[in-house]
């Protein structure tokens, strides 16, 4: 193989992979000079000039002509005078010869492996393209088709025929796909294994929703609405504190949309996760009540050095607090950044209530025991009952009943 046929060949495979000229160039040098460097050991003295479009290569070892009895003769950048006059009759002690260097004469073998290192190159390259291709996209939304389905992954191709992966653990619980269909996610993160890119996508990244809001909503795109904080259970819940600095823009009204318009979209391509957007603020007390919505909070205590949120709400309003699955609450937790403790809000009639333990000093603990075996652990469950009840539904004695009332009446009395 001839050095045109080699480089020719090179720059077209080269271009079918969209590698630039210089880049080109650059790695034809390399090569070559490898080359020379195997061959002579170096490669300081020589001269490599590449014409890709052409095919032309010119390889010139440079050398200084000395006398023949120099110290100096043996150096890489030295000749004799006697070898220079071989090449060229009137050359002189001081000149300088310009020798060159056929590529045949590296033999068959070395180019045949410089062909299949420059391929090699390439594919290398074209790999380093690619990883820093979609280094610049980590946090973006791309596009990709799927063409295998896996036990533990789902394999994508986009565009350019690059090989895309979407793990299991980065997919939502309700995503089913069929080769073929076209998939939306974020590239998660890229890595290099063994050589090759590892692109790795992400459905259920919060980045993901963030981004989707940034497609549908355009005052999110343009910045007029700022999304402070996204916490989200893949495909059950989520919640979007947003915020906007225009006292004019309405920023949950402008997420959600005419009838819900925007937010339809965003919860459809999520598998119908159920979002919420609430207005951010500083106030603690009130950004916790917004972000336990639909519950109505009563009140909150904060204990701020062990983040910790005690939150009283009414009977009624408990299970809304917890949510589903207790989603809500992991999530309003997540999204303030304090663990969020539910309390049922007492009426004043409990509030007003003792528990039967508290007269552990003036009544035996067995008559305590007797009365809660009959469900009764407060004085007011106790006096709510008559005299009758009492002897009907325990095996206490009259005289005991009597002293038991009369305790705990004095009580409510004080």
């Given at each position: 193989m001839d050095a045109k046929v080699l480089i020719e060949s090179f720059a077209e495979f080269a271009r079918s992979k969209n590698v630039d000229r210089p880049t080109m160039i650059r790695?034809?040098?390399?090569v070559f000079r490898a080359m020379i460097r195997k061959k002579y050991e170096t490669d300081e003295n020589f001269d490599v000039t590449i014409n890709a479009d052409k095919g032309d290569l010119e390889i010139l070892r440079i050398r200084e002509i000395v006398d023949d009895n120099s110290e100096d003769i043996w150096d890489f950048d030295k000749i004799s005078l006697t070898d220079a006059r071989k090449i060229e009759p009137d050359f002189e002690v001081g000149e300088e010869v310009y020798e060159k260097i056929e590529l045949e004469e590296f033999g068959r073998r070395a180019v045949m492996m410089a062909?299949?290192?420059?391929?090699?190159?390439?594919?290398?390259?074209?790999?380093?393209?690619?990883?820093?291709?979609?280094?610049?996209?980590?946090?973006?939304?791309?596009?990709?088709?799927?063409?295998?389905?896996?036990?533990r992954e789902v394999l994508l191709i986009d565009g350019?025929?690059?090989?895309?992966?979407?793990?299991?653990?980065?997919?939502?619980?309700?995503?089913?796909?069929?080769?073929?269909?076209?998939?939306k996610a974020i590239v998660h993160k890229v890595?290099?294994?063994?050589?090759?890119?590892?692109?790795?996508?992400?459905?259920?990244?919060?980045?993901?929703?963030?981004?989707?809001?940034?497609?549908?909503v355009p005052e999110v795109f343009d910045g007029l609405i700022t999304i402070k904080k996204i916490v989200r259970e893949p495909g059950e819940r989520a919640k979007v504190a947003v915020e906007s600095y225009d006292d004019r823009i309405d920023p949950v009204g402008a997420c959600v949309g005419m009838k819900g318009s925007r937010i339809h979209a965003i919860v459809r391509e999520l598998q119908n996760?159920?979002?919420?957007?609430?207005?951010?603020?500083?106030?603690?007390?009130?950004y916790v009540s917004r972000a336990l919505s639909p519950a109505k909070v009563s009140?909150?205590?904060?204990?701020?050095?062990?983040?910790?949120?005690?939150?009283?709400?009414?009977?009624?309003?408990?299970?809304?607090?917890?949510?589903k699955g207790g989603f809500?609450?992991?999530?309003?937790?997540?999204?303030v950044g304090f663990e969020i403790d539910v309390f049922r809000e007492l009426s004043d009639a409990e509030e007003e209530d003792v528990d039967l333990e508290e007269f552990v000093d003036e009544i035996d603990g067995w008559v305590i025991d007797e009365l809660k075996k009959t469900g009764l652990d407060t004085a007011k469950s106790v006096l709510s009952l008559s005299k009758e009840d009492l002897l009907r539904r325990t095996e206490l004695e009259e005289e005991t009943i009597d002293e038991v009332f009369k305790i705990l009446k004095q009580e409510f009395e004080q």
């Open positions: 790695i034809l040098e390399d062909r299949q290192t420059l391929i090699q190159r390439i594919k290398d390259l074209e790999k380093d393209l690619l990883f820093n291709q979609y280094e610049e996209l980590v946090g973006e939304i791309i596009s990709a088709e799927v063409y295998q389905i896996l036990g350019e025929g690059n090989e895309l992966i979407l793990p299991k653990g980065e997919q939502i619980p309700k995503d089913r796909f069929r080769k073929g269909d076209s998939v890595e290099m294994v063994n050589g090759n890119p590892k692109i790795i996508l992400s459905r259920t990244s919060p980045i993901f929703l963030e981004r989707l809001f940034e497609n549908e996760e159920n979002i919420d957007v609430i207005n951010y603020t500083d106030n603690l007390e009130l009140s909150i205590s904060a204990d701020q050095e062990n983040k910790r949120l005690s939150v009283y709400l009414k009977p009624d309003q408990v299970s809304m607090a917890i949510g809500n609450i992991r999530l309003a937790s997540r999204l």
